[in-house]
């Protein structure tokens, strides 16, 4: 770890660098986008889509913006990137604002149609061609039998006491919080540092290992890596980390033995559902396409069309399977990938990482992702998968 000399020593050589990334980190901690694209009325506006037979578009509501996006526009324009002598890292902190410039559009946009989904898309862009055809690969495929670790027999309660257990084997504090306005059945915020679990939800074995794997063996791990860098942008996020982020936290199911082709399947239907948006499909079309035509049962396509359509038209889920695929290709090559697990960074950036970390202003990981020394996937169908997806 960093000592306080050092840190003292590198704030006075990088002044400027650790004034704006300060100012940026007050500012940044406002704009978590996942805690207000969550609609207040799932329940009811799902029973209310059930009686319709499928035909009425739901009715979301969202939570109210707790500050001024105008305000804050100004606030992240302010600051004086010029007094940035080094241009790479003048260039990359230009980016990081607009990045966040464009996250504070979407947020303000939020419940308002084709307004949000145009910023979505400027934030989590597309699926490609090829990320609709490796989902249609996958897809392909014939389900497998269920077994007894897929039943949902586990009350939230029950998911809390396995993963304080599961968290027992990473050297950081667990915070757990219970929510009834999540789309996921358990996610990490990242401003909180804390697991939230969906409230009224039962899990299953293979989902809890899935869930532990996922949200504490990569997204914990990279907010705690985060933290302990010199630089604050470590922890609140590069520009476009997202496919990074969920790719680790993917192949860590994969590695740890919860990876199903259930799941990819999962992902594969949020891909489809995100390239239903550029085709103009409404919620209840989308629905159709996973519910009608793939046979999805209601209630999982019902999650699935909701993440897609949530704000106005939510692309992030599409990002899932792309990340998966580019963090394997990098196993394959044997490449480390502990670069990736220094905060909420993107495979795109290990240059600029790299930059960092020559000058002082990174340093190693301090909590690795334990699955990734596992190795305990057992299903060679998910091996033929990864190993052909274009």
Known sequence: MIKTQEIEQLEKEYS????????????????????????????????????????????????????????????????RLERIED????????????????????????????????????????PTEKDVQNARFILHFADEPMSADMEKIYSPEEARAYFEEFAKTYDFPLKIKYSHHIAAEAMVSNTEQALLI?????????????????????HLVTTHNGLKQPLRIFSNGFPKNVETQEGLAVFSEYMGGALTLKRLKELSYRVLAADSLIKGYTFADTFDLIHGQYKLNRDEAFGITLRAHRGGGFTKDRLYLSGLRKIYKKYQKEESLDTLLMGKVSIEDEEIIKYFFDRGLAQPITHKTLSFSQKLNTNKTLDFILNNLK
């Open 87 to 126: 241009e790479k890292i003048r260039k990359f902190y230009q980016d990081v604002i607009y990045f966040y410039a464009n996250m504070i559009q979407c947020i303000e946009t939020i419940g308002r149609g084709k307004h949000f989904y145009y910023n979505s898309l400027r934030v989590y862009g597309t």
């Open 16 to 79: 400027n660098v650790f004034e704006i990334d300060a100012n940026l980190h007050r500012l940044v901690r406002r704009i978590e986008l996942l805690s207000y694209v969550n609609p207040l009325n799932i329940e009811k506006e799902k029973q209310q889509f059930f009686a319709t037979k499928y035909k009425s578009n739901p009715n979301f509501k969202y939570p109210k913006l707790k500050f001024d996006p105008y305000k804050l526009h100004r606030l992240f324009f302010s600051q």
């Open 198 to 218: 969906k409230k009224n939800v039962k899990f299953s074995k293979n989902q809890l290992l899935t869930l532990g794997n996922h949200e504490i063996g990569v």
